[in-house]
């Protein structure tokens, strides 16, 4: 089985650890912030549907975990999926991230590319070059690579895909001369990362947008991080 490199924050050295009570308390709080995931709101002493959220739903409703709604008002403008002119130089079907801008593009035919935000490696740990994809997996699994193990002893030797998952609901593993160069573009359980250097040297994405990108991206792919 294949391993990936850690996830982590740039001002927090310890491994992405969801399970912890002070790390839950964290995502507690920031996640009321960032996700719409609940599908009832408060309105004095009755509940009602939140539309945003219940399309959301319906959208997703044939994944085997939720995806949950972002508030997307929360972050910048730049890191919204939208189309804008082909500015890359690459061909049609090209992955191009553009680590300083943190965001994401893929090459349309039409001189114009698909934008996303995305979150890159943080100072020290970030890669770039050219590679393709060598394989897609929706809600993997994810496997703590031993230098995580010397960080966090006692950490499982895997995390099953699911909602509090690092790689988030899809993995597009990146290949280079046949060999996995062991970095991913891949959702997140951590949307309030987007925009930042955070990872150790993996792209992540917003679920909603990994999940659009995982089905217009065959294996083979090229991608360029830059």
């Known amino acids: 089985m294949s391993t990936t490199v850690g996830h982590h924050s740039k001002k927090n050295t310890a491994p992405y650890w969801p399970y912890g009570s002070i790390k ?21 002493c009755g509940m009602t549907a939140q539309p945003q959220n219940i399309a959301q739903t319906r959208r997703f409703a044939g994944e085997p975990f939720e995806v949950r709604a972002v508030n997307r008002a929360r972050f910048d403008p730049s890191l919204q999926p939208t189309r804008v002119p082909n500015t890359t130089g690459e061909r049609p079907g090209t992955v191009v991230i553009d680590t300083a801008a943190r965001q994401l593009f893929l090459v349309e035919d039409d001189g114009k590319a698909a934008r996303y935000g995305v979150a890159v490696g943080a100072a020290g740990q970030a890669w770039k070059g050219r590679a393709s994809v060598g394989r897609k997996t929706a809600w993997p699994a994810w496997y703590p690579t031993d230098e995580m193990k010397k960080v966090a002893p006692g950490i499982p030797a895997r995390i099953p895909p699911g909602e509090d998952n690092p790689l988030g609901a899809r993995a597009l593993y990146l290949y280079r001369g046949g060999r996995d160069t062991l970095y991913r573009i891949h959702g997140t359980s ?6 930042t250097e955070a990872s150790s040297g993996c792209i992540r994405m917003f679920n909603e947008d990994v999940i659009a990108l995982y089905d217009r991206v065959r294996i083979g792919t090229s991608v360029l991080v830059k």
Not at 35 to 44: Q, R, V
Not at 190 to 195: A, D, K, L, Q, Y
């Open 190 to 195: 951590e949307p309030w990362t987007i925009g």
């Open 24 to 44: 839950l308390s964290r995502r507690w709080v920031v996640s009321s912030l960032i996700y719409n995931s609940s599908p009832l709101a408060l309105t004095g």
